[in-house]
């Protein structure tokens, strides 16, 4: 017996972005290198930027292949300073995160993540398949039977399409965003040196798009192996992530698209 392919699953998920790591340290190649300056007056005043994040597994279409990339939005938007300061001079654009609640939540589903999925999920209209976007059960995100979210669909005619799902509690590996996807762009931010929240955002996207499509497709297989191990540990969240060597499989094109069911199940 094999897992389901997951193919109609879409997952969603916030993290936050930061411009360091408390107590980074960096390598110079030279003596004449300087590193960078970064001054702040506690750990607590580290730029940060917050961005949900959406990822449906990659696929063959035809003689091409999708990435499965859905989308990345940063939440706030961008003001002008009113003041000069030692920092910045005085109508300079700046960042401003806003506040993540279930309304700006049901937003950015809404008007972000929803959109996306229409435009590039494969053969949307046509595809008889209801994409299934998982959220996990944080304060900030709504109940998956919401009128207003379903009412919203029914209006944009995609009440059939579009379906929402809530991952079970405590269990942070059955999302691919917090499986590895999110470590990875952020270690890739990390190695850019970005000086502030708009450098960040820009480099956040660039890492998102650059992302290989063999990443993701190794991230959807650990995630099969996850399920097979919650089983296993009748439910329980306290087990390692099972490594594969799925790079080696990979490079010996024995990489499976489907893991089997473990027998013991």
């Known amino acids: 017996m094999k897992c389901i392919e997951q193919l109609d699953e879409v997952h969603v998920d916030e993290k936050w972005f930061f411009l360091c790591r408390d107590g980074e340290r960096c390598t110079l190649v030279s003596d004449e290198e300087e590193p960078p300056k970064r001054h702040v007056k506690h750990k607590s005043h580290i730029g940060k930027v917050m961005f949900m994040c959406a990822l449906a597994k990659p696929r063959r279409i035809g003689n091409r292949w999708w990435d499965g990339k859905i989308g990345i939005w940063p939440i706030g938007k961008e003001k002008l300073a009113q003041r000069d300061s030692v920092n910045r001079a005085a109508g300079t654009v700046e960042w401003e995160p806003e506040n993540v609640d279930q309304a700006k939540c049901k937003c950015l ?3 972000d993540v929803v959109p996306a999925i229409a435009t590039k ?3 949307f209209e046509a595809d008889v398949t209801t994409a299934h976007i998982q959220q996990d059960g944080a304060k900030a995100h709504f109940a998956p039977m919401d009128q207003d979210f379903y009412q919203e669909m029914d209006q944009l005619g995609l009440q059939d399409k579009i379906r929402l799902c809530t991952q079970p509690a405590n269990s942070p590996d059955l999302n691919i965003n917090d499986l590895g996807f999110f470590a990875s762009l952020q270690s890739r931010c990390h190695c850019a040196c970005p000086r502030n929240e708009l450098e960040l955002i820009t480099m956040v996207k660039q890492s998102f798009e650059d ?4 990443k993701l497709n190794r991230l959807w297989i650990t995630l099969q192996s996850v399920l097979n191990e919650i089983i ?7 087990f390692p992530i099972p490594h594969m060597n799925e790079d080696k499989l990979e490079k010996e094109d024995r990489l499976p698209r489907v893991l089997d069911v473990s027998a013991n199940l």
């Not at 992302?211 to 063999?214: K, L, T």
């Not at 296993?232 to 306290?238: A, E």
Request: proline share 6%.
């Open 109 to 111: 589903l809404i008007n």
């Open 121 to 123: 999920w494969p053969n």
């Open 211 to 214: 992302c290989s499509i063999n």
């Open 232 to 238: 296993l540990n009748n439910g329980d969240n306290q």
